[in-house]
T-cell receptor
């Protein structure tokens, strides 16, 4: 089954404790990205990657890092989480250079930073 | 800069009613438009993708239309059911910029009452 998976689905942590949210897709998609969803602000892109070793900032990159060492995986790293990063996070993927294709989203990770 | 607006923000209807959800976008230069469904605290499920060259797409009781020139799309739900209760989001790729970056509306929260 074609899918995007994320782990963990729920995470409660404390300020300053480094964490990683994993994302994996099995569709051989080149393009992967991370979004956060906040009440009243909607979904906003954090970072994206157009292929292995190619990453760039989205609209709200501050406080986040990403890496793309393998085509299928795109982890989101919070080196020093703060309470304003409490949010619902989504990973997404799509085929590159073919933006007529739909984007596929993971199930989401609900992060709470105390 | 592309902006996507969805009206109404919330809608409550009795079961069996036909309904229309609206989505408007400010820049008519789009590749496609995608409609998603989101259940509370859950991920995004892709419902329909309309290419920029298409006027409408249908899937079961759902029909989405696209009028690029006026910057509008509608999602028509026929014979609504309580199971249709969810938030519906529309999104367009960011044309000319980070093209994989989807610009989302803030959604319409639909409640279908038995």
């Amino acid at each position: 089954e074609a899918q995007v998976t994320q782990n963990p689905r729920y995470l409660i942590t404390v300020t300053g404790k480094k964490l990683t949210v994993t994302c994996s897709q099995n569709m051989n998609h080149e393009y992967m990205s991370w979004y956060r969803q906040d009440p009243g602000l909607g979904l906003r892109q954090i970072y994206y990657s157009m292929n292995v070793e190619v990453t760039d900032k989205g609209d709200v990159p501050e406080g986040y890092k990403v890496s793309r060492k393998e085509k299928r995986n795109f982890p989101l790293i919070l080196e020093s989480p703060s309470p304003n990063q409490t949010s619902l996070y989504f990973c997404a993927s799509t085929k590159m250079w073919d933006f007529s294709n739909e984007q596929f989203f993971g199930p989401g990770t609900r992060l709470t930073v105390l | 800069k592309q902006e996507v607006t969805q009206i109404p923000a919330a809608l409550s209807v009795p079961e069996g009613e036909n309904l229309v959800l609206n989505c408007s976008f400010t820049d008519s230069a789009i590749y496609n438009l995608q409609w998603f469904r989101q259940d509370p605290g859950k991920g995004l499920t892709s419902l329909l993708l309309i290419q920029s060259s298409q006027r409408e797409q249908t899937s079961g009781r759902l029909n989405a239309s696209l009028d690029k020139s006026s910057g509008r799309s509608t999602l028509y739900i026929a014979a609504s059911q309580p199971g249709d209760s969810a938030t519906y989001l529309c999104a367009v790729p960011n044309y000319g910029g980070s093209q994989g970056n989807l610009i989302f509306g803030k959604g319409t929260k639909l409640s279908v009452k038995p």
